[in-house]
């Protein structure tokens, strides 16, 4: 018998049910009044027929029990591998903010020594600037921009602004990146800058997690694969500094593929790798 708060309910009911009509036939108005003598009341089929229902129905509410024990462990279960996987991602977040500030704090460190003699301005001036970068950067990691999903009609509100839709969208491109069941949810999705006539505006995602956003760049070139999104291309959320460093290496891998079309070129770690092609 499978646990549920319904079938409890049931069980209660027939129970109290059972328990009225006995205290009836034996005309007492409160279940304690129910002794020996009250039961000497009634002939031996009727009490007979009473026993084999509260008998049937402890049995029910034995097996309802041991039931609700082992729905109990399997919830228990649930609970403690969500907290696993929520520990899991707060120390990534952790880690990744340690990794921003260790760098921010370096490179402040190579200022101040080639700049001793304006420490004092530095120390302020810097670590409010490192502050505020590991802060925009730790956003940042938790944001995913998509291209090239197309927005429909002028007149198709839903298609242009619907969350329910945007939504869809990034779970489709999840199931064709990841594809490992599972699907993370987004706090916000909307798409960035006003309607224009004839251009696509890109989605921003924005997830709780920045393990989240990893997964699925990991596997962006999956949607080439995919006949409903390979035209979609994916991103982290660059600043605007950044943006223009990767448009430059995006020409200059260009340009080398002109060169030499036979290997196979990509961009990682802010430069244009290659490698041959299998």
């Not at 462990?73 to 591998?81: G, M």
């Not at 800058?193 to 924005?206: C, F, L, M």
Request: hydrophobic residues 35%; positive net charge.
């Amino acid at each position: 018998m499978d646990f549920s708060v319904d079938l409890l309910h049931t069980v209660q009911k027939d129970i109290e049910s059972e328990i009225l009509k006995l205290m009836k036939a034996v005309s007492v108005s409160s279940p304690s009044d129910i002794n020996q003598s009250s039961l000497s009341k009634l002939n031996e089929a009727p009490l007979q027929n009473f026993l084999i229902s509260i008998v049937s129905l402890y049995d029910k509410n034995v097996n309802l029990c041991k039931s609700a024990a082992v729905k109990c462990d399997q919830l228990q279960t649930e609970q403690i591998e969500l907290q696993k996987k929520l520990i899991d991602s707060q120390n990534n977040q952790i880690k990744s903010v340690q990794k921003t500030v260790q760098s921010e704090m370096k490179s402040w460190a190579d200022v101040a020594r080639k700049n001793a003699t304006q420490s004092k301005v530095l120390t302020t001036k810097t670590v409010k600037e490192a502050v505020r970068a590991v802060n925009e950067e730790e956003e940042r990691s938790r944001n995913l921009i998509i291209y090239g999903v197309s927005e429909g009609e002028e007149d198709d509100w839903n298609n242009i602004y619907s969350t329910e839709m945007l939504n869809e969208v990034v779970k489709s491109v999840h199931e064709a990146t990841v594809a490992d069941g599972s699907f993370p949810n987004a706090d916000n999705v909307y798409r960035l800058g006003k309607k224009v006539p004839d251009k696509i505006r890109p989605i921003k995602v924005e997830f709780r997690s920045s393990s989240d956003v990893d997964a699925i760049l990991k596997h962006a070139y999956k949607l080439k694969a995919n006949s409903e999104l390979k035209s979609v291309y994916l991103s982290p959320d660059r600043t605007k500094e950044q943006r223009s460093a990767h448009s430059k290496l995006v020409i200059q891998m260009k340009e080398m593929i002109t060169r030499d079309s036979s290997k196979h070129y990509f961009i990682r770690d802010n430069k244009v790798n290659c490698v041959d092609k299998r």
